[in-house]
């Protein structure tokens, strides 16, 4: 029946049918050719029945894609798991220490944004804040921002500031709300969320509480993050039979 696999003992023996990598991956039989079939895992040989014979390198690629899924999602992990296979071992690895610093800097990104946030409420909790800060025009919360009047206008047209207008010029003028939507615009940015991320967090403030809804948002963007990262240790194991190969 062949030699035992190793690196597994609770693994069948080789070949493996269809049934035992579902089994041995925690995939069902159709979700294992169907990742067969998108390149996740390489064509399985075919014995001389016709039937699929694959070996334990399908069943590290299948749990190392789950992983890496988790980790940076299914598009960009598929793309990833077919370059391990071919790539040097050096090569390899350094894809996979850059999975590793990705997360680590979506996490300080996380992190600087909080920061931000909690400078922006010292201040606004500052005495006669109020009174000095009750309407700015473009150029003075550009300069309080420290960004160019060019990037307001250009988040007003993203609609994430929504500035007052008056005068017969429609010159812009921010009051207390859209000064502080300004400014967590400016803390996620300063932070390196992208557009898109920045306009789901707005929308999600304007149904609930300010800048403490932008923590708890946060606070949930770092708990993904953690289990992101959770799922790419675990995959790591797997991830290392999968590049092995490629170094010997």
Known sequence: MGKPVTGSPQMPRMPLRTVDVARESGYSVQQVRDLERLGVIPPAARSGNGYRAYTPLHVHALRAYRGLAGAVGPVAARQTLAELRTKPIAEAA??????????????D??????????????????????RENDAMTITELAEALHVRPSALRFWEQEGLVTPERVTSLRAR??????????????????AG???????????????VDGVEAA???????????AMRSVALLRAGADLAAVVAPAGQ
């Open 109 to 130: 990104e996380a992190l600087r944004a909080q920061e931000a946030l909690g400078a922006i409420e010292a201040e606004a909790a500052a005495p006669g804040f109020e």
């Open 193 to 207: 969320y992208g557009i898109p991320a920045v306009r789901e967090i707005m929308e999600s403030l304007r149904q």
């Open 94 to 107: 350094a894809a996979i220490s850059a999975v590793h610093v990705r997360l680590a800097r979506e996490r």
């Open 173 to 190: 003028r921010y009051g207390l709300s859209a000064i502080g939507a300004a400014r967590i615009v400016a803390a996620l940015r300063g």
């Open 215 to 225: 923590h708890h948002i946060l606070r949930q963007r770092l708990d993904q993050i």
